[in-house]
Nanobody, 117 residues
């Protein structure tokens, strides 16, 4: 069973930074496209960023230039570095792993990010 465990969320002031981590099962990480989505109260889940197994990245328009996604294949972990945070970045952030071979997406349980003064 694929397991994704997020960590690193919390409360930060506007303009601050946080780094989220997503640890995945070794058996799936290397073949998976890793990504992050977020969901704010009363809103639909929104694409944030993704990184393929060979390092190609893509970002949602609202986070381009502020967020950076990366992966460490030796640690089976994906990261989301979030800089210049804004109150509108407040949401639950979900990690996901998409395996092209099976076309299956697995999701983590989510981690809360709150940007407030």
């Amino acid at each position: 069973q694929v397991q994704l465990v997020e960590s690193g969320g919390g409360l930060v002031q506007p303009g601050g930074s946080l780094r989220l981590s997503c640890a995945a099962s070794k058996s799936v990480f290397s073949d998976s496209r890793m990504g992050w989505h977020r969901q704010a109260p009363g809103k639909q889940r929104e694409f944030v960023a993704m990184i393929t197994s060979d390092g190609y990245t893509d970002y949602g328009d609202s986070v381009k230039g502020r967020f950076t996604i990366s992966r460490d294949n030796a640690k089976n972990t994906a990261y989301l570095q979030m800089d210049s945070l804004k109150p509108e970045d407040t949401a639950v952030y979900f990690c996901n792993a998409y395996r092209p071979a099976s076309r299956v997406t697995n999701w983590g349980q989510g981690t809360q990010v709150t940007v407030s003064s």
